[in-house]
């Protein structure tokens, strides 16, 4: 691994990453506005911010000096697979310089890919296209998590956790999780997925993860209202 790469993976070592999406349903959906999210997170303490699509990752990069998970989401009709689906996306996010892009990494046989090859195809693809590029899998399970380690992604997050049809109802954060794969997989693991409260990110970091993204608790005040009203009803 080149030394940019080690110092990226070294900055956001023990920290907090926050994730600053809006969907085009959501309030707050903005480029600017998630230029400020990130901007008020770095002041905060954050290491990292993972992002969605390029106009608000350009916006982002613009305001603050931390490295950048990158993703796109885009629907394909007929495919469950939406975080960074296909080579398009991966060339949209290496052009605009991101420090880590993240794809969904999920079992192919379970989840078709939009372009109808198998991850391992897909992933052999991206790293020979962009060799220095970090990439990060977000899988949903032990076995997906360590199959990314095993074919090559320099980092494995829980992000799908919960999401697919095979673990939906988990109970999240998988801390259990979490910790067998950083044990275990040989990689820097980002736990994502769940974390609500100060106590779950430190019991997560305790785990022995590299890092953990937040973002729903921190970055989505429609979801956070949603839980304050749910708990006096």
């Known amino acids: ?35 400020r999210m990130a901007y008020a997170a770095m002041l905060g303490g954050a290491v990292g911010i993972r992002a969605n699509t390029v106009e ?21 009709p007929g495919y469950d697979v939406y975080i960074t689906p296909t080579i398009k996306e991966i060339d949209a996010l290496a052009a605009c310089g991101v420090s880590i892009i993240a794809l969904d990494a999920t079992d192919s046989t379970k989840r078709p890919r939009p372009d109808g090859r198998s991850l391992d195809e897909f992933f052999g693809e991206i790293r020979e296209k ?13 076995e997906e998590g360590m ?3 095993e074919i090559g992604f320099d980092l494995v997050g829980t992000t799908m956790h919960g999401y697919t049809e095979y673990t939906k109802g988990a109970v999240l954060p998988a801390i259990d999780l979490m910790g067998r794969l950083a044990r275990e997989c040989g990689k820097p693991v980002i736990a994502e997925g769940g974390i609500w409260t100060p106590e779950q990110l430190k019991a997560v970091l305790d ?7 937040i973002g729903g608790a921190i970055t989505r005040p429609l979801e956070i209202t949603k839980r304050f009203v749910a708990a006096i009803r």
């Open 1 to 35: 691994m080149d030394q940019r790469n080690q110092a990226i993976l070294e900055q956001i070592k023990g920290g907090l990453i926050v994730s600053c999406q809006a969907l085009k349903s959501e309030p707050l959906y903005s480029s600017y506005i998630m230029s």
């Open 56 to 76: 608000d990752i350009t916006e982002i990069k613009k305001t603050v000096d931390l490295p950048v998970i990158g993703i796109i989401k885009e629907d394909y």
């Open 130 to 142: 962009y060799p220095k590029q970090l990439f990060m899998a977000d899988c949903s399970c032990y």
């Open 147 to 149: 199959h990314a380690a």
């Open 207 to 213: 785990a022995g993860v590299w890092t953990a993204v």
